[in-house]
């Protein structure tokens, strides 16, 4: 057993993420109270539309964290109005598939009017979070315009198949991830630095937990930014990863769509052997995975493979389960 940790570093992408960051917070309170919660942020999926830079999942986290999210909807801030948005289309700008709330819309020109004037992404989230109490550190993963895009047959084309590449935001939301599509490019990749604080987070950690986010487009994303994968190899933090995939499906979203395209099975153990054991030569990341109870079959062939593994309830439905499922996760890593 090691001592519960203070330093709590997370990889984490949008609504998954800040589910599960919900649960360490809660842990933390329980548990340890001047725990530092640091998490580390999939910035793939941001973009600049109509001018602005959108960052879907640090602002999902924010505003799920800041208690503002509109949990029926399970995306975007609670309250919200889409006047912006009806007036935009009226003006034939953006994508009119494409909404944002007038709320988020707010969040969306400050980040942009500071990026205008040189402040990097880095500064600009404690700016944003500070109007709360978040109790969990946000990190972009990279200062760098980082985005994930998608090749896909057009099927707008009438002339038979023609590539096009889209940003993961128009792949994900106006066809659902329907479309045939070849492949993943991650844009500004070469060059690109993980941001102020993000290796000393991982490097200085307690334990390391991978959020059962998106193993692709979040996750994976992170782990290629330039020096990230390494950071994580050579940690002396323990490193345990939270399964995504439940019993072969995706818990929420559409995670599964992702693995298809990079040919990885929708289930727990694939997962965690696409992300792999770290240590003795291996060039993974994971020192220990939780699979949910329904995949415990799994369990000893991972194992058997240097990802100490073990079964549990992987469903965050609430409080007491989140708490719950976190000390599980910190109790693997000590083990
Ligand atoms: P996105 O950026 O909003 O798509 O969210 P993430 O990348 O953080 O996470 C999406 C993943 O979270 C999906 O693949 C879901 O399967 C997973 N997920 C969501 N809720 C839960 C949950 O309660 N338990 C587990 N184990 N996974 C979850
Ligand atoms: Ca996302």
């Not at 995504?244 to 499906?249: H, L, S, T, V």
């Amino acid at each position: 057993m090691l001592p519960l940790p203070s330093r709590i570093t997370v990889l984490a992408g949008g609504v998954g993420g800040a589910r599960f960051l919900s649960a360490v917070r809660a842990w933390a309170r329980v548990h340890r109270p001047d725990a530092e919660i640091t998490a580390i942020v999939n910035t793939g999926d941001d973009m600049w539309h109509v001018g602005l830079r959108i960052t879907p999942d640090l602002d999902s986290i924010m505003y799920a964290l800041a208690g503002v999210n509109d949990t029926e909807r399970g995306w975007g801030r609670v309250g919200e109005t889409e006047r912006v948005s009806a007036e935009l289309r009226e003006w034939g700008a953006g994508w009119p598939w494409f909404t944002l709330g007038d709320l988020d819309l707010g969040a969306h020109i400050a980040r942009s009017a500071w990026l205008r004037e040189g402040v990097p992404l880095s500064s600009i989230v404690p700016r944003l979070t500070s109007r709360w109490d978040l109790g969990v550190r946000l990190l972009p993963a990279t200062d760098d315009e980082v985005e994930t895009w998608v090749r896909i047959d057009d099927p707008e084309s009438e002339a038979g198949a023609v590539e096009r590449v889209v940003h993961f935001q128009e792949w994900w939301t106006r066809y659902r991830a329907t479309v045939v599509t070849h492949g993943f490019e991650r844009r500004g990749l070469a060059g690109a630095a993980p941001a102020p604080g993000v290796l000393d987070a991982i490097e200085n950690a307690d334990v390391v937990l991978l959020a059962p986010s998106n193993p692709v487009v979040s996750i994976g994303t992170i782990l290629d930014i330039p020096g990230i994968h390494a950071a994580l190899q050579s940690t002396p933090a323990p490193v345990v990863g939270i399964s995504p995939i439940i019993g072969g499906a995706v818990v929420r979203g559409m995670a599964d769509a992702c693995l298809d395209v990079i040919g990885v099975p929708t289930s727990a153990a694939a997962v965690a052997r696409l992300l792999g054991a770290r240590g003795m030569g291996n060039d993974g990341v994971l020192d220990a995975w939780l699979v949910d109870e329904v995949d415990a079959d799994a369990v000893p062939a991972l194992e058997a493979e240097g990802i100490r593994s073990a079964a549990v309830p992987l469903w965050l439905r609430d409080e007491p389960t989140g708490v719950q499922l976190v000390a599980d996760a910190l109790e693997l890593a000590g083990r």
